[in-house]
């Protein structure tokens, strides 16, 4: 499973307050990903990182933010919630040397 | 964004019966994956390809990188119950390196 854990795994929370996900890896993998996973979208990139504070935005990234200060942490954050943003999140990794990407098991977020 | 046409949305099939599905797009992309994700968990990688043509097997699994480098197929062979779950392709654009497009998923069920 690539060592990948998220959490929190489930979290409710109220519009307009910050929420923080996180994402913590085992193996040092040099790049990590954020997604969210919406019916009817498939998956959708939101910030990824190739290495320690160097990140770049994906297809969705407005209203979030990422930070990745420790090779095994990469963190998500919900600066100001809104109900739009209620999804599942997962994290992925990329193997080194390869293009093959491996996923947490995710966080499910609701924004009320 | 991207859009990669993933296709059938869902199949039902009887057990024992063969299984096609198929990801395409009008763009080139540079690597196909494809993953299974069962309800509640983070998709799982079943078959990696890197070159147009490429023909790759895992167990009753077969994944083909379409020559054109524009679609890819997966083909499940005899299938069982436990084949139950959601499909989805993922490609890697050609010229952007660290993003990938999923498709929307084929939901496929598994008749005893």
């Known amino acids: 499973d690539a060592g990948i854990t998220q959490s929190p795994r489930h979290k409710v929370t109220e519009t307009g307050t910050p929420v923080t996900l996180r994402c913590h890896q085992t193996?040092?993998?040099?790049?990590m990903y954020w997604y969210r996973q919406d019916p009817g979208h498939g998956l959708r990139l939101i910030h990824y990182?190739?290495?320690?504070?160097?990140?770049d935005k994906g297809e969705v990234s407005d209203g979030y933010s990422v930070s990745r200060s420790k090779t095994e942490d990469f963190l998500l954050t919900l600066e100001s919630a809104t109900s739009s943003q209620t999804s599942v999140y997962f994290c992925?990794?990329?193997?080194?040397?390869?293009?093959?990407?491996?996923f947490g098991p995710g966080t499910r977020l609701t924004v009320t | 964004g991207q859009q990669l046409n993933q296709s059938p949305q869902s199949m039902f099939i009887q057990e024992g019966e063969d299984v096609s599905m198929n990801c395409t797009s009008s763009?080139?992309?540079?690597?196909w994956l494809w993953y299974k994700q069962d309800p509640g968990e983070g998709p799982v990688l079943l078959i990696a390809?890197?070159?147009?043509?490429e023909l790759t097997s895992n167990g009753r699994l077969t994944a083909q990188f379409g020559i054109t480098r524009k679609d890819s197929f997966l083909n499940i062979s005899a299938s069982i119950p436990s084949d139950v779950g959601i499909y989805f392709c993922?490609?890697?654009?050609?010229?952007?390196?660290?993003?990938?497009?999923f498709g929307t998923g084929t939901s496929l069920t598994v008749i005893p």
């Open positions: 193996e040092n993998h040099r790049y």
């Open positions: 992925a990794i990329r193997r080194d040397g390869s293009y093959e990407q491996y």
């Open positions: 993922a490609g890697q654009l050609a010229g952007t390196g660290n993003q990938f497009y």
């Open positions: 390809l890197y070159k147009a043509g």
């Open positions: 990182s190739y290495g320690v504070k160097d990140t």
């Open positions: 763009s080139i992309f540079n690597t």
